[in-house]
């Protein structure tokens, strides 16, 4: 059983900054792609950076600059470092990553239950 669990999500002023962590658990051979997706009240969910085992980085238009993903392989842990926070930011963001459980099955997506940021005025 593969879990993945985020924290770090809060209330902050707009100009501030959060760091958002993922870990990943349970049986796992390998992970190959992480990312970020966050869903704003009465918005669809939308891609925010992704993050390839090798540290190959993308990232939404509207989060360049202010957003860097990174990941600790040996943790299993990918994290989003946000700066000059905006109230359009305020969602629910959501880990996902894609995970070999084994070394001959092929891989599958799996999601986070989410953690709430809040941007202020």
């Known amino acids: 059983q593969v879990q993945l669990v985020e924290s770090g999500g809060g209330l902050v002023q707009t100009g501030g900054s959060l760091r958002l962590s993922c870990a990943a658990s349970?049986?796992?051979?390998?992970?190959?792609?992480m990312g970020w997706y966050r869903q704003a009240p009465g918005k669809q969910r939308e891609l925010v950076a992704t993050i390839t085992r090798g540290g190959s980085t993308n990232y939404a238009d509207s989060v360049k600059g202010r957003f860097t993903i990174s990941r600790d392989n040996a943790k299993n842990t990918v994290y989003l470092q946000m700066h000059g926070l905006k109230l359009e930011d305020t969602a629910v963001y959501y880990c996902?990553?894609?995970?070999?459980?084994?070394?001959?099955?092929?891989?599958?997506?799996?999601w986070g239950q989410g953690t709430q940021v809040t941007v202020s005025s």
């Open positions: 996902n990553a894609n995970i070999y459980v084994t070394v001959t099955a092929e891989s599958s997506d799996y």
């Open positions: 349970g049986s796992i051979f390998k992970i190959s792609a």
